[in-house]
């Protein structure tokens, strides 16, 4: 498959997605959305050979594979259009290969390990499935601060401790808890009370605690921020101002989860990234 049709092929499988992602990236110039739309097609590939192979066993096989097919990407020899499309984009703007197998290892986690005892083991996995992208992607989106990497972290920290708050029925449902059992234990939150989707007093001062946990996340992330940046990682911006919103609506409803799944209208993610595009325009010099 030639160059034209393996960024085809990846631009069409992000847009079909629809994800908060998307709008993040919308007001990129073309060669860095490209470049981002290539990423995200990694990522999803990535993800949906955990979630959507059926056994264990066979997943981690594929996913065997497809680290075989990032070697060959480094090396020169993809076969994947998916990969042929990023082999482009690694050699722009030098990526660092172990960020996409730390990414794998990341979901492959959840193929072996369906429960967390402590914070560390939840932190470590978030850093992989959610950390790592913020790190590819802001070498897409450019950057002076030194800081930028580690808003990078603590904003994927934030992202993804929100996804868990949102989804921790969803989760349940697939025998998946993220929530770390000692501090479940601490709550006095069973972890059949999560699983029958028990919502009571107990389960809300839980995820008050959870809450408070990723507002400091992302605090770390605001005060990190560089305005000097802002034209390079307003993508970021916008990304993260669509998950505060999801994370505020969390709050505002008292964490009632379990009962439906809450979202963001996708108007309000389109007002959130032309806004903050158009302040990316204003050509001001800030200090960071």
Not at 8 to 22: A, G, H, I, L, V
Not at 96 to 113: A, N, R, T, V
Not at 225 to 232: E, K, P, T, V
Not at 252 to 268: H, K, L, M, T
Request: net charge neutral; hydrophobic share 35%; aromatic share 14%.
């Amino acid at each position: 498959m030639g160059q034209s049709n393996s960024n085809n092929y990846t631009r069409e499988k992000t847009k079909k997605s629809k994800t908060n992602f998307y709008y993040s990236f919308l007001f990129l110039p073309k060669a860095k959305r490209d470049a981002i739309f290539t990423i995200y097609s990694f990522c999803r590939q990535t993800d949906d050979i955990v979630d959507n192979i059926e056994s264990p066993d066979e997943a981690r096989k594929e996913l065997d594979l497809w680290r075989s097919e990032l070697e060959a990407c480094f090396a020169g020899s993809p076969q994947h259009p998916i990969t042929e499309a990023m082999q482009e984009v690694i050699q722009q703007f030098n990526m660092p290969k172990e960020y996409f197998h730390s990414l794998i290892d990341g979901c492959e986690m959840d193929l072996i390990k369906k429960r967390y005892e402590t914070f560390d083991e939840l932190k470590e996995y978030c850093y992989r499935v959610a950390s790592v992208v913020g790190l590819i992607c802001i070498e897409i989106f450019g950057y002076t601060s030194p800081d930028a990497k580690q808003y990078a972290i603590d904003l994927g920290m934030a992202l993804q401790l929100t996804n868990i708050m949102r989804d921790v029925g969803e989760d349940a449902r697939i025998d998946r808890i993220y929530m770390p059992a000692e501090e479940l234990e601490r709550y006095k939150y069973s972890e059949s009370d999560l699983l029958n989707e028990t919502y009571n007093p107990t389960f809300v001062e839980f995820m008050k605690f959870h809450a408070d946990r990723t507002q400091g996340y992302y605090n770390s992330a605001k005060k990190l921020y560089c305005r000097r940046d802002h034209h390079l990682l307003f993508p970021a911006e916008i990304m993260k101002k669509i998950y505060y919103s999801l994370y505020k609506k969390i709050v505002v409803a008292d964490f009632n989860v379990y009962q439906e799944r809450i979202r963001i209208p996708n108007s309000q993610k389109m007002s959130i990234a032309l806004s903050l595009w158009l302040g990316s325009r204003i050509s001001k010099v800030w200090p960071c």
